[in-house]
């Protein structure tokens, strides 16, 4: 299924420390909501677009904004779906004002709920989010990330899992809900992976797909991330172009990950090879890693000079 992941803004109500895009309170630019809807015109006329995905930062930061875009592309006969951390639920009244827009424009929504939102958002707004969800009949869902899903020893992993039980309980029921292992790219390379990574090795093998989305191949466009800055990416802090510097259609058409610097080091030797090439420009490669999102992550900051026009956008490097 194709899918457009556009991210309106990078400014948030938290600063998660698994946030791979390093987003902040900070103020910061916002997405032309003409910008977006031309791509998605375009991506529906090029490759059948059947999703997009609205997020930041926090999209209800730009509530108008998120309710035209959800309504304008729902009109097109596209699907939307809308990522939030639900901080805005201070009321039963905030809740439906953001929600009920987007619920008649039969849009769906994903909320965070972990030890790592806990910090800036209050479980309670969540679970009251998901409550007028029910209330309005609007389709939704929960989001959880984890150190290890699978194990969950770590205490965050165990504090995500006591927070999800508390929902649980207040609502009577378990929604619909993704539990996924933390990827160690963005800030979580910088805050997280040193929490996991001893005795991991150095990862090795080609990197085919983005591994954050289903259909997600790396030659492929049927996953494709717009970000205010205009670049179209995958979500990983490597650029396919820029719709500001060059039309959409004309840089898909020309796209080729075998020949694109990043991708094609990546499918051939994955992010050992651009590790290689870091060490060039004098990188040292370290007896262990939280996973390969960790050593791609390190590899492409020392390789940004030598890159600039593909190593973006730089939200993806900017880590605070």
């Known amino acids: 299924m194709s899918v457009l992941k556009v991210h309106l803004t990078y400014q948030c109500t938290a600063a998660c420390a698994h946030c791979r895009f390093g987003c902040t309170p900070e103020p910061a630019p916002v997405i032309d909501g003409d910008l977006v809807l031309a791509c998605v015109r375009e991506l529906q006329s090029w490759n059948d677009l059947k999703l997009v995905v609205l997020l930041g930062g926090e999209p209800a930061l730009h509530a108008g904004l998120t309710h035209r875009l959800a309504a ?160 179209i990416s995958k979500g990983c802090g490597i650029a396919i172009g820029n719709v500001n510097e060059q039309p959409l259609r004309e840089m898909l058409s020309t796209f080729d990950a075998r020949t694109h610097p990043i991708f094609s080091t990546l499918m051939t030797d994955g992010p050992i090879g651009l590790a290689r090439e870091a060490e060039a420009m004098g990188y040292e490669l370290k007896a262990d890693y939280a996973d390969r999102c960790h050593l791609c992550q390190e590899a492409r900051e020392a390789l940004r000079d030598k890159y600039p026009h593909y190593l973006q956008p730089t939200q993806h490097y900017k880590l605070n």
């Open 72 to 231: 304008t592309i729902h009109a097109l006969g596209i699907g939307v779906r809308i990522e939030t951390n639900a901080g805005w639920a201070t009321s039963d009244d905030a809740a439906e004002a953001f929600l009920g827009p987007l619920y008649r424009e039969g849009a769906s929504v994903m909320f965070s709920l972990d030890a790592f939102h806990e910090p800036f958002v209050k479980p309670e707004r969540v679970i009251r989010a998901i409550r007028v969800s029910e209330a309005l009949g609007g389709k939704h869902s929960l989001e959880s990330a984890y150190l290890n899903a699978e194990h969950r020893t770590h205490p965050l992993d165990q504090r995500t899992d006591a927070l999800l039980s508390m929902a649980f309980e207040a609502l009577g029921r378990e929604p619909p809900i993704y539990r996924g292992t933390v990827l160690y790219n963005g800030r979580a390379a910088h805050r997280l992976a040193n929490e996991v990574a001893k005795g991991r090795g150095v990862p090795t093998g080609p990197c085919l797909a983005a591994p954050w989305w289903i259909d997600s191949d790396l030659d492929t466009l049927d996953l494709l991330i717009l970000d205010p800055d205009g670049y």
